[in-house]
């Protein structure tokens, strides 16, 4: 029996583990994109995970039970990591082995995805084309072109039952009046792989509406951000607010405006926050389109002869940045693309206007900076916002900052939705790998040479 233990023990040890590492990886990876409260979460459960395998003697149900915590909040942040998924990397591997040849792509241009919105609308991460649920569809001619040209999936999907539709949330109300509330996580599971065979898996984020109590779930693709597709269907006015922070700014004013007018309903199945919208059952509830995001060509070449200069968009090496090591001083592999606002020796600041200013003068060049600086929000520039969240190295510029030698400062276009030097610090000139020269996909107006 000893030994029966003793073997289970040492398996569980291994995979506890191994989901630490992959805890690591996400961490690493996708702090840029996963809500901070969500992040801290997650290291704490994974603390408490390694916390467990570390107790003599060993403790096997609490061990357990601590993985399946871990697991739980790393399905919600793991986005195409976790659970573990081949059919990206094995993709991304196919795309540039035909592209471009390995010395290509070591030395003179390298295919780069942009794998976020941090940089919109100047260059797009993954995005969607919102209908009403009743507007006409793409035919299925468009929808084969659109395929193609924008490497777009439609998304029509019929109510499964009649009544008052709500969008289930997380809700606490507290005795002095205060409350609490957000939408409630989706839930990230494996797919089946290509064509159902398990080969090439990714993952699946489901959501949920509520139809008059009944639970209708929505799988969608991992790392969609769904929650704007919600948005814009039954809250169109919120959805068109020009608020500093999009769409963020956005739900709480719709959350404020359900809890005043008391749409909060408590189910069985938890809190819902009621729209103003009825289902019938066949009928579409939802109707939008999902886009890839921009496949860039990178130019490796012309910062080897000029030297980068504030308004670049610009792509650079994370491995020198401190601000983005993980917690055991293992430095970042990722490849990031922002704007670079800032060379050394220029004083920056964020103004109260949202505004950035540069040894004390509002920027007007290049365009996007511009755009920013006056708020262009009819082109999608909501200005600048002085900081980003961070720790240790976190730069934010609500009082100036001199940026040192041999550094850069870089920031998204996307201010409210960027993790950048605001965040993690100053970028190394070492580091820099080169500017975007080409959009190689979508095959739109947005493909050719990058602005």
């Known amino acids: 029996m000893f030994s029966i233990f003793a073997s289970k023990a040492g398996k569980t040890r291994k995979i506890a583990k191994q989901l630490l590492e992959f805890a690591e990886k996400i961490d690493l990876y996708r702090r840029d994109v996963v809500a901070p409260a969500d992040l801290v979460e997650q290291r704490t459960r994974a603390e408490e995970l390694r916390a467990k395998i570390k107790e003599k003697p060993f403790q096997l149900v609490e061990v357990e039970t601590a993985m399946d915590r871990l697991h739980g909040v790393m399905c919600r942040n793991g986005g195409m990591i976790y659970p573990v998924s081949a059919g990206t990397d094995y993709t991304e591997m196919v795309i540039m082995a035909v592209i471009v040849a390995g010395g290509i792509r070591s030395f003179f241009l390298q295919p780069f995805k942009i794998p976020t919105n941090s940089m919109w609308p100047t260059y797009n991460g993954m995005t969607s084309e919102v209908r009403q649920p009743n507007d006409p569809v793409p035919g299925f001619g468009q929808q084969v072109v659109r395929k193609v ?19 289930p949330v997380d809700y606490r109300r507290y005795a002095d009046g205060t409350y609490q509330i957000g939408l409630r996580p989706k839930v990230t599971t494996p797919d089946g792989g290509l064509l159902g065979t398990g080969l090439l898996r990714g993952t699946t984020d489901t959501y949920a509406l509520d139809i008059d109590g009944h639970t209708q779930a929505i799988p969608l693709p991992g790392d969609f951000g769904f929650e704007g597709v919600l948005l814009r269907t039954y809250f169109p006015t919120e959805a068109a ?10 739900w709480q004013a719709v959350f404020r405006k359900a809890v005043a007018e008391g749409r909060i309903k408590q189910t ?33 070449v012309s910062y080897n002869f000029v030297a980068p200069k504030r308004g670049d968009t610009f792509v650079f090496r994370t491995n020198n940045i401190p601000g983005l090591n993980d917690r055991y001083g293992n430095p970042s592999q990722n490849y990031y693309v922002k704007r670079l606002v800032g060379v050394p020796g220029e004083r920056l600041r ?42 240790r190295f976190a730069l934010p510029l609500a009082e100036e900052h001199a940026v040192t030698d041999h550094h850069y400062f870089a920031m998204g276009d996307n201010s409210a939705n960027s993790y950048d030097s605001r965040g993690f610090g100053e970028v190394p000139e070492g580091d820099v790998v080169g500017q975007p020269l080409f959009i190689l996909h979508p095959l739109t107006a947005r493909w050719g040479w990058a602005k």
């Open 268 to 300: 069985p199945a938890g809190a819902v926050l009621l729209t103003d919208r009825k289902a019938i059952q066949g009928e579409p509830i939802l109707n939008f389109d999902i886009l890839t995001g921009d496949m860039l060509f990178v130019d490796r």
């Open 241 to 250: 607010l020009p608020l500093r922070r999009q769409d963020a700014d956005r």
């Open 350 to 391: 964020v103004n109260p206007e949202g505004q950035l200013l540069v040894n004390g003068v509002a920027v007007t060049a290049p365009a996007p900076i511009a755009a920013n600086n006056r708020r262009d929000t009819a082109a999608g520039y909501y200005g600048y916002l002085p900081e980003i969240g961070g720790e």
């Open 149 to 167: 040209t924008l490497w777009s999936s439609t998304y029509v999907i019929p109510a499964e039952a009649s009544g008052a539709i709500g969008i």
